[in-house]
């Protein structure tokens, strides 16, 4: 199995910025990419982010020009760099894993003061 854990959330005023990072461990093998996903108590979970290990990248448009992803393949992490945060950013975010076992973070709390 694969096992991811995330780390760098936190409160941050509107405008700031925060980076989230998520190491895998485990199967790391059979990871083709990492996915940052957001969750909002009583909404569905929505893909943020999305980068393959080829460096293919996805961003869900109320995030472009404002968060990147990236990964370090050598440290089995992927990383979601967030500037420019608004208050609608407010939300838990996961990091997924988009292999064959679909793992899931534990979630990081990200709040956006206004």
């Known amino acids: 199995q694969v096992q991811l854990v995330e780390s760098g959330g936190g409160l941050v005023q509107a405008g700031g910025s925060l980076r989230l990072s998520c190491a895998a461990s485990?199967?790391?093998?059979?990871?083709?990419?990492m996915g940052w996903y957001r969750q909002v108590a009583g909404k569905q979970r929505e893909l943020v982010a999305s980068?393959?290990?080829?460096?293919?990248?996805y961003y869900t448009d109320s995030v472009k020009g404002r968060f990147t992803i990236s990964r370090d393949n050598a440290k089995n992490t992927a990383y979601l760099h967030m500037n420019s945060l608004k208050p609608e950013d407010t939300a838990v975010y996961y990091c997924?894993?988009?292999?064959?076992?679909?793992?899931w973070g534990q979630g990081t709390q990200v709040t956006v003061s206004s």
């Open positions: 997924h894993d988009l292999g064959y076992w679909g793992s």
């Open positions: 980068i393959t290990w080829t460096g293919t990248t």
């Open positions: 485990g199967s790391i093998s059979s990871i083709n990419g």
